[in-house]
C-alpha cells in the first residue's frame, strides 16, 4: 500500500494539484484522497480506475507492480 500511497502524492504534485482539486477532478472527497495517501485506506476499483485515467498511467504503475507508467 505504501507505493500506492506515494505514487498518488507524486503524480497529485507533479500537476500542482491541491487534494482538494484532485478530488474534485476524479469526483471523490478530499478526506478519501488524504487517507490514500497516508495509506490509511485503499481505493475501491473504479476510484483506483478514475485515478490511473485522470493521470494517464496503468493501473499497475499505481499499486507498484511496474516502475513504467506507460498504458500498454
Known sequence: MYVFSEKIKELRK???????QLAEKINASESGIQNYELGVRKPYNDTL???????????????????????N
Do not use: C, H, M, W
Open 14 to 20: 507533479a500537476k500542482n494539484l491541491t487534494q482538494k
Open 49 to 71: 480506475i478514475k485515478l490511473a485515467d485522470y493521470f494517464n498511467v496503468s493501473i499497475d504503475y499505481l499499486v507498484g507492480r511496474t516502475d513504467k507508467p506507460e498504458i
